[in-house]
């Protein structure tokens, strides 16, 4: 029973390490291609960029530029893009009073309804509800709070 014990402890701590070990290593200029790629998307967060426009600004191949881009960031380029987009549209929600439709169609959704399902998932609340909060909590009388 304590062998068993013994071996399972070993095999729980061989799982552990192999996956948290680091799975690639990052070069300096792969670095620097990875910062410009995560600027590039920063700056055109609303737009559908393809992925081989990424792979021309990082000068790699899609599969290396994805999982170099997870493994510094944490996240892949999708779910980069669709952070920085929630991010946007939730100062936006907060500090405008723009529509909702005009706030979904800044950050890149052709469809209001589209974009409040991703920021509900992102977020954890729909945009509506962010928005009626602001207004509720600063006595707003506002035509999308109704």
Same mark, same amino acid.
């Given at each position: 029973?304590?062998?068993?014990?013994?071996?399972?402890?070993?095999?729980?701590?061989?799982?552990?390490?192999?996956?948290?070990?680091?799975?690639?290593?990052?070069?300096?200029?792969?670095?620097?291609?990875?910062?410009?790629?995560?600027?590039?998307?920063?700056?055109?967060? =609303?737009?559908? &960029?393809?992925?081989?426009?990424?792979? %021309?600004? @990082?000068?790699?191949?899609?599969?290396?530029?994805?999982? $170099?881009?997870?493994?510094?960031?944490?996240?892949?380029?999708?779910?980069?893009?669709?952070?920085?987009?929630?991010?946007?549209?939730?100062?936006?929600?907060?500090?405008?009073?723009?529509?909702?439709?005009?706030? =979904?169609?800044? &950050?890149?959704?052709?469809?209001?309804? %589209?974009? @409040?399902?991703?920021?509900?998932?992102?977020?954890?609340? $729909?945009?509506?509800?962010?928005?009626?909060?602001?207004?509720?909590?600063?006595?707003?009388?506002?035509?999308?709070?109704?």
């Amino acid at each position: 029973m304590l062998r068993l014990r013994i071996y399972w402890n070993v095999i729980l701590i061989v799982i552990d390490i192999y996956l948290n070990r680091k799975k690639y290593k990052i070069e300096s200029d792969d670095n620097k291609a990875l910062e410009d790629v995560s600027r590039f998307l920063d700056d055109h967060f =609303a737009m559908n &960029v393809n992925q081989e426009t990424l792979e %021309k600004i @990082s000068k790699m191949s899609g599969t290396k530029l994805k999982n $170099l881009f997870k493994e510094k960031y944490g996240q892949s380029i999708t779910e980069y893009t669709q952070r920085k987009r929630m991010n946007v549209a939730e100062t936006l929600l907060l500090n405008t009073q723009l529509p909702i439709k005009e706030i =979904a169609e800044s &950050v890149g959704y052709t469809s209001a309804s %589209k974009f @409040s399902i991703y920021y509900k998932r992102y977020k954890g609340k $729909l945009p509506s509800e962010v928005r009626n909060s602001v207004c509720n909590h600063h006595e707003i009388k506002c035509d999308h709070c109704e």
